[in-house]
């Protein structure tokens, strides 16, 4: 293992990136230490009271992660590429915080229309609240498989991982059974490779968390 990280901090950037998208889980800790710095110059530009600073710098890192996943050579440096990456992420990050922000806003007006007016605890139990991270990664996922996917595949994908049956999606949509499993077949085939990507995203942000 030293010898590998060894040999590993040797080679340039573009030799790191080609490793890890082929899979070699050290590569990646090498390319996300030489861009940690960039992570923090340019989460600084976006702290709010929404934004609190280390979840900007958490999603940062899918920034670089991305980068490193989808850089293709000769488009563009890698460095200019991951600079674009992490930026877009954390304004993504950014934009969709405040779409939270304001849906928990109104969900809580609509628990107060609901509430016992007699009621003196006026607190609210929201119960277990999901990571907001693991959320954001999720919607980005989706939003990826929407722009692969035609309108029908998408309804019976997203109806598919909400755990529906066949038999309920093929009556949604008008089919048989056997269309809604060829279906899901070609689904599986479009969108594996960005299945793969954000499955080693998710797995290295929480092995770093």
């Not at 060894?6 to 889980?25: A, M, N, P």
């Not at 490193?68 to 990050?93: A, C, H, L, N």
């Not at 849906?103 to 990571?131: F, R, W």
Request: hydrophobic share 35%.
């Amino acid at each position: 293992m030293l010898h590998l990280k060894f040999k590993l901090r040797t080679k340039s950037t573009l030799e790191l990136v080609k490793l890890s998208q082929e899979g070699i889980r050290e590569s990646v800790d090498f390319v996300v230490e030489r861009y940690y710095p960039m992570v923090l110059k340019i989460s600084s530009k976006y702290y709010t009271e929404w934004g609190e600073r280390e979840d900007l710098v958490q999603n940062g890192l899918v920034g670089i992660l991305k980068a490193i996943y989808y850089y293709k050579e000769g488009k563009s440096s890698f460095t200019s590429f991951v600079w674009k990456s992490i930026d877009s992420e954390i304004k993504s990050f950014l934009t969709y915080l405040n779409r939270r922000k304001n849906k928990m806003l109104t969900d809580s007006l609509k628990v107060d229309l609901l509430s016992n007016e007699a009621s003196e605890d006026k607190t609210l139990d929201i119960g277990y609240e999901p990571n907001t991270l693991d959320e954001y990664i999720f919607e980005e996922f989706m939003k990826e498989c929407k722009s692969i996917l035609t309108d029908e595949e998408m309804k019976v994908f997203e109806m598919y991982i909400q755990h529906i049956s066949y038999k309920e999606i093929s009556a949604c949509i008008g089919k048989s059974t056997k269309y809604v499993d060829n279906s899901l077949q070609k689904i599986k085939k479009k969108i594996s490779s960005t299945v793969d990507i954000y499955r080693r995203i998710r797995m290295y942000i929480s092995s770093i968390a």
